[in-house]
């Protein structure tokens, strides 16, 4: 807490344990600032969902103090080939500073976890469950749910990072408005020792197919919903890449592919007095480009910042990192429907001119600038 203000139980409260939760309750711990994080989960988020870290989501690590522990698991993604219609259209190569780094979000979170444990024990408080959270204007109420029991809590600044289906995003009166990108795909994590260093991402005509190696001799295959395709089944998953791209992966009966919407979605107020939204509750950022996560912590990570000044000058404008915040998921959001729309299934003409602009972008004068577009550099 600071001396300014005896009556706050603490500067931060963080709504949500989720990665960008965690990240930011990191960077706030190791400048001294008190923070407590409630989470409404009492055990692990089991859902597969991020694998792709991206250079600016690397730098927050360090800064974090945990990207030693992340490159040591992460499997270093070399580079990757763009497919259609058996050529290959362009070959990107990751220089070695800007490599990405493919883990399970199941692993980075656990050493997120870890970490805070280490930076400031006690600060994680799980099975709690926000119920509200109010700006009395110099400081602000959260009530929280500990199993039967009601609690409030007072900090200085309440960000709330419980995820793109936020409960308390409209409470704030907080917009919640369509980008463009949205379509349906499945997904399956299956083993394959020979996954390589590279990720093949075939733009056929009917549709995109992805696939990236992961540790431990995993792959990751992602496969878009299209016409004529059932992706329910492990039978189905299968057949639609063999028809695609005429590969026939290994993949056993046993394995269901789990089907996803990829949309997006921003609020243009993601900061409203003394409470900020960030992460997924701030911007729903398609996981066709895989940035998600990462601009949650590259956003967690400035805010960090915002927070440290305001806390330090006794004020609450967070106006600049609102602007900033708002500007980079607009940013995110663009290129990836621009992959979404990549990734469409497509014939004739519009074919072609696609396979044109993706051969454009992998020639010899655009590779340096599209290999910065994918590492989602200027984020
Ligand atoms: C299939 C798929 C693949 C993806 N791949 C990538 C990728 O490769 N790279 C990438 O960068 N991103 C990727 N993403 C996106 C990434 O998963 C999300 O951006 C990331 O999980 C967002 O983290 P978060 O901390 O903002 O929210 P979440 O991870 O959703 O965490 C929110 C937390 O808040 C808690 N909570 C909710 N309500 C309350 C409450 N009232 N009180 C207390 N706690 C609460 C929840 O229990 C949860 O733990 C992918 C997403 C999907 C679906």
């Given amino acids: 807490m600071t001396a300014a203000d005896p009556v706050r139980d603490h500067d931060v409260v963080i709504v949500g344990a989720g990665p960008v939760g965690l990240l930011l309750a990191c960077l706030l711990a190791q400048q001294g600032i008190d923070v407590v994080i409630c989470e409404r989960r009492s055990g692990d988020d089991l859902r597969s969902r991020a694998i792709g870290i991206h250079p600016p989501g690397l730098a927050m690590l360090d800064r974090a103090g945990v990207g030693a522990a992340v490159r040591a698991e ?19 190569s990751f220089p070695a500073d800007r490599a990405v780094r493919v883990l399970p979000q199941q692993r980075t979170h656990a050493l997120l976890r870890q970490r ?10 799980a099975g709690r469950t926000v119920r509200a959270v ?12 500990v199993g039967n029991r009601r609690r409030e809590i007072t900090a200085a600044f309440a960000v709330i990072a419980d995820g793109v289906h936020s409960g308390l995003r409209a409470t704030l009166g907080s917009d919640w408005r369509r980008r463009p990108g949205r379509a349906g795909y499945a997904m399956a994590d299956v083993p394959d020792p020979s996954a ?25 295959w992602v496969v878009r919903a299209a016409a004529g395709s059932d992706l329910s089944s492990a039978d189905g998953f299968r057949a639609a890449i063999r028809g695609r791209t005429g590969d026939d ?24 007095g003394r409470t900020v939204l960030l992460g997924d509750a701030a911007h729903e950022i398609s996981p066709i480009g895989g940035q998600g996560m990462n601009l949650g912590w590259v956003n967690a990570g400035r805010l960090a910042a915002a927070l440290r000044s305001a806390l330090g000058q006794g004020e609450a404008d967070l106006g600049d990192y609102a602007r900033a915040a708002l500007r980079a998921a607009r940013t995110a959001q663009s290129r990836c429907a621009f992959y979404m729309a990549m990734g469409a299934p497509s014939r004739g003409l519009p074919l072609t001119a696609r396979e044109a602009v993706i051969r454009a972008l992998g020639s010899a004068p655009f590779r340096e600038w599209a290999t910065g577009l994918v590492t989602m550099r200027g984020l």
């Fill in 116 to 125: 805070l444990d280490e930076l400031a024990p006690g600060a994680l408080q």
């Fill in 196 to 220: 390589g260093t590279r990720a093949l991402l075939h733009c056929e005509p009917g549709g995109l197919v992805e696939s990236f190696p992961l540790p431990g001799g995993m792959r990751r």
């Fill in 249 to 272: 992966p290994a993949i056993g009966s046993g394995v269901v592919p789990v089907a996803f919407v990829a949309a997006q979605h921003l609020t243009r107020m993601p900061v409203r």
């Fill in 74 to 92: 992460a499997l270093a993604l070399s580079g990757g080939e763009v497919l259609s219609r058996g050529r290959v259209l362009a070959s990107l």
């Fill in 134 to 145: 109010r700006d009395e204007g110099g400081f602000v109420r959260v009530r929280v749910d």
